[in-house]
């Protein structure tokens, strides 16, 4: 595709349940970054990967986070058992460079309820 | 660890005044910083980074060591250029891109 693609664009979830959202990055692109962007605020890192290889999942914010690339393109990241507070939007980004956020895709806005 | 700071939650200038989105970082080593902006409605893309040089759309931005600054300026704003700005660094590492908490600049006409 001509960029990176996110899905669902929105997500109603119910306190409890768990969710997955989906990245297609760029074809070709090595990095891929999760971010998470609560209202008003900047995107705050969750985690980074080079291919397949998860190299920094530092920000992920609770163990019920989960994040994984098995062939080094499309990134899932799921996050188990709902709660109010990870209502956000999840960014993803992708880029040809190593490290460097690249293209964003437009984020999957989750609201849990 | 590294932290980015941007002071102005919000900016109203009006079309053809001088506009100054501040930026200051924390980080002791050489990091590498950008400027992202996201238009209403749009997905976040990158406006310039400080390695380039570069003047996008009017928009320059130095980097001052000493004052650990990275602010963005244009000599006359315009309407077009409203939209959220966001800092942001990567550490010399190439392991850590950390994000500003975003100006929303309002240009008036």
């Known amino acids: 595709g001509a960029g990176v693609s996110q899905s669902p664009r929105y997500k109603v979830a119910k306190r409890g349940q768990d969710v997955a959202l989906r990245c297609d990055p760029i074809?070709?692109?090595?990095?891929l970054f999760w971010y998470q962007q609560a209202l008003g605020q900047g995107p705050e890192f969750l985690t980074y990967?080079?291919?397949?290889?998860?190299?920094?999942k530092s920000g992920l914010p609770s163990d019920r986070f989960f994040a994984e690339r098995p062939e080094g393109s499309v990134s899932t990241l799921k996050i188990q058992r709902t709660q109010q507070e990870d209502s956000a939007v999840y960014l993803c980004?992708?880029?040809?460079?190593?490290?460097?956020?690249?293209?964003f895709g437009s984020g999957t806005r989750l609201t849990v309820v | 660890a590294q932290r980015v700071t941007q002071p102005e939650k919000l900016l109203s200038v009006f079309k053809g005044a001088p506009v100054e989105l501040k930026c200051n970082y924390s980080?002791?080593?050489?990091?590498?910083l950008f400027w992202y902006v996201q238009y209403s409605r749009q997905r976040l893309q990158l406006l310039l980074r400080?390695?380039s040089r570069e003047s996008i759309k009017g928009f320059t931005a130095d980097l001052n060591k000493g004052e650990t600054s990275f602010h963005l300026k244009k000599p006359f704003a315009q309407e077009e250029d409203s939209a959220m700005y966001y800092c942001?660094?990567?550490?010399?590492?190439?392991?850590?891109?950390?994000f500003g908490p975003g100006t929303r600049l309002s240009v008036l006409p």
């Open positions: 980004a992708s880029s040809l460079e190593r490290g460097r956020v690249g293209a």
């Open positions: 074809s070709g692109h090595v990095s």
């Open positions: 400080h390695i």
């Open positions: 980080y002791s080593g050489s990091p590498e």
């Open positions: 942001a660094l990567l550490d010399n590492y190439g392991q850590n891109f950390v």
């Open positions: 990967f080079q291919n397949e290889a998860q190299l920094d």
